[in-house]
């Protein structure tokens, strides 16, 4: 948040309007897993694949959703990380594709999630920031993960890349006190 910014409470519309999605959101949520829970063996899909990616797309809807209503950038932040979530749950429960090959997904979700907050709020040399910080390492572990890379680069890389971090936030510490 900026110095300038205040906090604002929202109206009573906008907290009923996000309440009732939440409420809604919830419920739709614990009727599609029952509908699978009672027919999704029939039609080849188990209850037990879809409980965490529907849980964490009605979530990540319900925080989309209440993010525009009420012009939340934090909510959407979090809104676009546990959509992100979702989508590799469902992708490695219900296809071929194994977690192995989509963990760089969770690793860049923060990056991802800052690429969109950044459109609402504005901050964007906080936002990409974000990014980089996220990305690299989620290149680096997508490299892995393609078996482009072995451990005995992953790691040094990952080791250079915080010495490099470490080496900005010093450099940025130092220019921040001398002003």
């Known amino acids: 948040m900026k110095k300038e910014e205040e906090y604002v409470e929202i109206s009573r519309g906008k907290r009923l309007a996000s309440n009732l999605v939440a409420a809604i959101g919830i419920f739709i949520c614990g009727a599609v897993l029952l509908v699978f829970g009672l027919t999704g063996e029939r039609v080849g899909v188990s209850v037990a694949s879809l409980i965490a990616p529907v849980i964490l797309s009605s979530l990540g809807l319900i925080f989309l959703t209440t993010s525009l209503i009420q012009g939340n950038s934090v909510t959407l932040y979090l ?21 192995g090959m ?78």
Request: hydrophobic fraction near 65%; include cysteine; proline fraction near 4%.
């Open 79 to 99: 809104a676009v990380i546990l959509l992100v979530c979702a989508v590799v749950s469902f992708v490695a429960n219900l296809t071929e594709v194994t977690y």
């Open 102 to 179: 989509l963990y760089p997904l969770y690793i860049s979700s923060p990056a991802i999630a800052s690429a969109i907050t950044m459109i609402m709020s504005k901050d964007y040399n906080f936002h990409l920031k974000i990014i980089v910080v996220f990305a690299v390492p989620a290149i680096f572990f997508a490299f892995f993960a393609a078996e482009l890379w072995t451990v005995a680069v992953l790691v040094p890389a990952l080791i250079m890349y915080a010495g490099f971090l470490a080496l900005y936030a010093a450099l940025a510490v130092n220019s921040v006190a001398e002003e």
